[in-house]
């Protein structure tokens, strides 16, 4: 046991924790991070860091013994296969009524997320945080944010050339033809590196298909921005593979227990830490998942009752299109999404023309969309199986999938096409049983002041997904980065 008192303890090292470590080193304070995933900073036997989405092994997913990819079958077959048991990168976390895919390691959902960095269209940011100074976010906190997580728009003509957008402007013509309107999303992937592959001077990443189990190269994860920052302040420390289970009050601020993991998954020791301050980045579902569990059995009784609420998908459902033989998708295709069509205010829909990185033709065309859904779950103590539970249902995905069809069917109707049955299961339009967006339970100004600061504990604060109650209407990560400055600049000039 440690008997000295650090200043700041930082759960995760996702969007929030990131923020949130940055600025307090900046602000002179000394930070811990803890980090149950992997440092992801050294090549394995193939010289590579991160495994690639059609070769899954077992620096793809944690702890299972078997892949479970988004898209469970092509053509018919099931295509998840066997893997060694592993702290990988990507976790498929099964709840009773939906997956959630997150990410696992230094840099959170940054190392698996698809990039894409959407700013949400002011005139929906009511929809999104009602309760924050809309002026303020996108006068301030959005540049702020895109800045430092270097987004950057695809160059139009290299856009309408390359082969590897061809899935793409056939998603566009599509939308076009059936008076949809589109619009180019921005990403954090380097664009100028995604044309050097493209023209074979740089080893490839986003045209090989990497993305799902981390990206080698080219794309800008939170180790090249934020991350990088950090280390340069020389007041962070990183724990990768350290798991914090609990948090209590304690002389000079909290005692947190933390257990050190290894690669299989099994705790090999357990250590003690008091920190002044503690903030809690540790994802919509990890946040929500301590904060439960420690109300629920005695260590943080006083937090309120919103602890646990308001927990939304984003909308997330996913469909393919079977386009016709005059319609080729591309056997190459970027790993980065680039193509956004937005039937937000008519449909309640903004989809994205997702890639397909199979490397052979498929005349598919594959979509993710975020949908506009009235519901929330709520994550509960189990104390028979001593596990947080979560009350989303599947047949919720319902008002999502009619929101996605106010695109598709139409767009079914006027080219003549189907929707593809063979990519989730027999016979199975709708990917309806996953999201790569969670979102909420310790709401904004609920769980916590309109700062992060939580109620009942002064000194504990929650600094990322879990803010946000369920919806960021487009693509989440750049909302957390903002809001994340915002919060952290109050924090440092009102609590420290
Ligand atoms: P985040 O999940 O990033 O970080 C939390 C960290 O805490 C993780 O590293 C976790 O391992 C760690 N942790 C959890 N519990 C812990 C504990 N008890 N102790 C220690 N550490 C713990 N978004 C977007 O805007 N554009 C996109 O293109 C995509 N695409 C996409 C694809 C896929 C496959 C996924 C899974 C996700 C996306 N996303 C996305 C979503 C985006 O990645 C996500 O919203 C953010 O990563 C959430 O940021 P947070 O800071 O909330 O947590």
Redo the contacts with the bound molecule.
């Keep these: 046991a440690d008997a000295a008192v650090i200043p700041a303890l930082v759960?995760?090292?996702?969007?929030?924790?990131?923020v949130a470590a940055l600025r307090l080193a900046q602000a002179g304070v000394d930070v811990h991070m803890?980090?149950?995933?992997m440092a992801w900073d050294t090549p394995g036997a193939d010289g590579k860091i991160f495994a690639n989405t059609t070769t899954p092994d077992q620096r793809s997913f944690w702890l299972r013994t078997k892949t479970k990819q988004?898209l469970s079958n092509f053509l018919g077959f099931p295509i998840d296969k066997a893997i060694p048991r592993y702290t990988g990168v990507?976790?498929a976390e099964e709840f009773a009524g939906i997956t959630v895919?997150?990410?696992?390691?230094?840099?959170?959902?940054?190392l698996?997320?698809?990039?894409?960095?959407?700013t949400p269209k002011r005139e929906y940011f009511g929809d999104v945080l009602p309760m924050v100074n809309a002026d303020e976010m996108y006068n301030r906190y959005y540049p702020r944010a895109n800045a430092e997580l270097g987004v950057g728009l695809i160059r139009p003509e290299w856009f309408e050339t390359t082969d590897a957008y061809q899935y793409a402007r056939v998603g566009r013509k599509h939308a076009q033809r059936s008076n949809f309107p589109h619009v180019f999303v921005p990403?954090v992937y380097d664009w100028n590196y995604m044309e050097q592959e493209a023209a074979g001077t740089v080893p490839k990443s986003a045209l090989i298909g990497e993305?799902?189990y981390g990206n080698n190269y080219g794309k800008k994860s939170l180790q090249q921005t934020y991350l990088s920052k950090v280390r340069a302040t020389g007041r962070v420390t990183i724990s990768p593979l350290?798991?914090?289970?609990s948090v209590v009050p304690a002389a000079g601020g909290y005692s947190v227990t933390?257990e050190q993991l290894n690669t299989n998954g099994d705790p090999i020791a357990t250590k003690q830490i008091t920190a002044a301050k503690v903030f809690f980045?540790?994802?919509?579902?990890?946040?929500s998942?301590?904060l439960v569990k420690l109300k629920a059995t005695g260590a943080l009784p006083n937090l309120n009752g919103e602890v646990g609420k308001g927990w939304g998908d984003n909308g997330n459902v996913m469909c393919g299109r079977a386009n016709h033989m005059w319609d080729p998708t591309g056997a190459l295709q970027s790993s980065i999404?680039t193509l956004g069509i937005d039937n937000w205010v008519a449909g309640g829909a903004f989809a994205e023309v997702a890639p397909l990185p199979t490397g052979i033709e498929t005349y598919a065309s594959f979509y993710l969309s975020i949908t506009r859904t009235p519901n929330r779950a709520q994550f509960s103590w189990n104390p028979t199986t001593s596990k947080v539970d979560l009350s989303w249902q599947t047949a919720w995905k319902g008002v999502s999938i009619n929101a996605a069809k106010t695109i598709f069917d139409k767009i079914n109707s006027k080219e003549g096409t189907i929707y593809r049955t063979d990519f989730f299961g027999a016979y199975k339009i709708w990917g309806d049983h996953l999201t790569?967006?969670?979102?909420g339970g310790a709401i904004l100004n609920k769980a916590t002041d309109n700062y992060g600061r939580l109620h009942g504990y002064p000194g504990l604060y929650v600094i990322?997904?879990?803010l946000i109650p369920g919806s960021t209407v487009?693509?989440?990560?750049?909302t957390?980065t903002a809001l994340?400055e915002r919060n952290i600049e109050k924090i440092i000039a009102t609590d420290l």
């Design positions: 759960i995760g090292t996702g969007y929030g924790g990131s803890v980090e149950m995933g988004p990507l976790d895919y997150q990410g696992r390691g230094v840099g959170g959902g940054s698996v997320n698809g990039g894409m960095a959407v990403t993305i799902l350290h798991r914090v289970v933390i980045a540790a994802g919509s579902v990890g946040t998942k301590l999404p790569y967006h969670p979102l990322d997904g879990s487009v693509n989440p990560f750049v957390i994340a």
